[in-house]
């Protein structure tokens, strides 16, 4: 089992924790989890830059903090969301999507959306 497979189970698990956690309105637990899950998102981010091209480099912020993270189950593939650099001065709102899966593969999802 990769590093990142355990990566993105065990943030899998504190996001469902931090859902339980909020439908009993128990904030101080919240806050205790996304303070881990936040490590394992740095811990993630660390190894997308260290596989990432130069290309995808240049977009991405230093850090993963100003970015929406999510985890899609499904792929066991890890989503780092962030606005287009490429349409910043635009009205439109435009957002990229720089994924990671179990197997280091990397990926740019231009005008991502965001399911509900």
């Not at 993630?44 to 480099?57: C, R």
């Not at 993270?69 to 066991?76: A, F, I, L, P, V």
Request: hydrophobic fraction near 35%; charged fraction near 35%; proline fraction near 2%.
């Amino acid at each position: 089992m990769s590093n990142l497979t355990e990566l993105f189970k065990d943030w899998n698990e504190l996001n469902m924790k931090t859902g339980e956690s909020m439908g009993q309105f128990d904030f101080s637990k919240i806050k205790e989890i996304r303070k881990e899950q936040s490590k394992i998102e740095n811990a993630i981010y660390e190894i997308l830059k260290k596989h990432a091209s130069d290309e995808i480099l240049e977009i991405l912020p230093e850090g993963c903090g100003e970015l929406e993270m999510g985890y899609d189950t499904n792929g066991s593939t890890f989503y780092f969301v962030m606005l287009d650099p490429e349409f910043e001065d635009d009205e439109e709102i435009k957002l990229l999507a720089v994924t990671i899966d179990a197997n280091n593969k990397i990926e740019v999802i231009k005008d991502f959306e965001i399911e509900a």
